[in-house]
């Protein structure tokens, strides 16, 4: 069964440095997606990804943040420079359709960050 | 911002009994709801949907009903076994909106002991 994947599944960094979460989403699938889950608290939206650009952001989504598909199957999240609080489980995920009702979104395992 | 609140950190069941997980919502834009499950190092895995023109949605042991008018959701797990003890998301969508996003709740984790 396809599934999404995720590397690594735990980065350890600095605070100020620079990391990039990888994901591998399923290979017919168009739309993409990163959702982070801080330790005790709700999973929330970041980015939604189509045809090579950003189709729908967070707040929590600002300029430290961006995301690209450099290739046909990568899709990476990319934080410039990172704070404490960003810290947390990243999860990355895809579907075939944007709308939530007519595809389900299918998420990776996930890549710890903690930063230091 | 609590969209989508589930009031319930934990639930533990009997196996063979009833599973009722219970889930709220305030945005009156949600027109979409899912319930995801997540086991410790994995992803949420999607469990079952339902659309707010319906209010009931069955795919085997797991039911999802819709009250509309109160702005509130259940997943019924009938009957439950051990291997379903994990934590269940409630998430909640604006298809109409043109929003793509899946907003959850905290979680629930169900416990169901033989």
């Known amino acids: 069964e396809p599934e999404v994947t995720q590397t690594p599944s735990h980065q350890v960094t600095q605070m100020g440095q620079e990391v990039i979460l990888r994901c591998v989403p399923i290979s017919n699938h168009l739309y993409f997606y990163w959702y982070r889950q801080i330790l005790g608290q709700k999973v929330e939206f970041l980015v939604s990804f189509y045809n090579n650009e950003i189709s729908e952001k967070s707040e929590i989504f600002d300029d430290q943040f961006s995301v690209e598909r450099p290739d046909g199957s990568n899709f990476t999240l990319k934080i410039r420079s990172t704070k404490l609080e960003d810290s947390a489980m990243y999860f990355c995920?895809?579907?075939?359709?944007?709308?939530?009702?007519?595809?389900?979104?299918?998420f990776g395992p996930g890549t710890r960050l903690t930063v230091l | 911002d609590q969209q989508v609140k589930q009031n319930s950190p934990s639930l533990s069941v009997q196996e063979g009994r009833i599973s009722i997980l219970n889930c709220d919502y305030t945005?009156?834009?949600?027109?979409?709801f899912l319930w995801y499950k997540k086991y410790p190092a994995e992803g949420p895995t999607f469990l079952i949907s339902i659309s707010s023109i319906k209010d009931k949605n069955e795919d085997g042991r797991f039911t999802v009903f819709l009250n509309k008018s109160a702005k509130h959701l259940s997943l019924h797990i009938v009957p439950s076994q051990p291997g379903d003890s994990a934590v269940y998301f409630c998430a909640a969508s604006a298809n109409q909106g043109g929003s793509e996003k899946l907003v959850f709740g905290k979680g629930t984790k169900l416990t169901v002991n033989p």
């Open positions: 945005n009156s834009m949600f027109d979409y």
């Open positions: 995920a895809s579907s075939r359709n944007g709308l939530a009702a007519f595809n389900e979104q299918f």
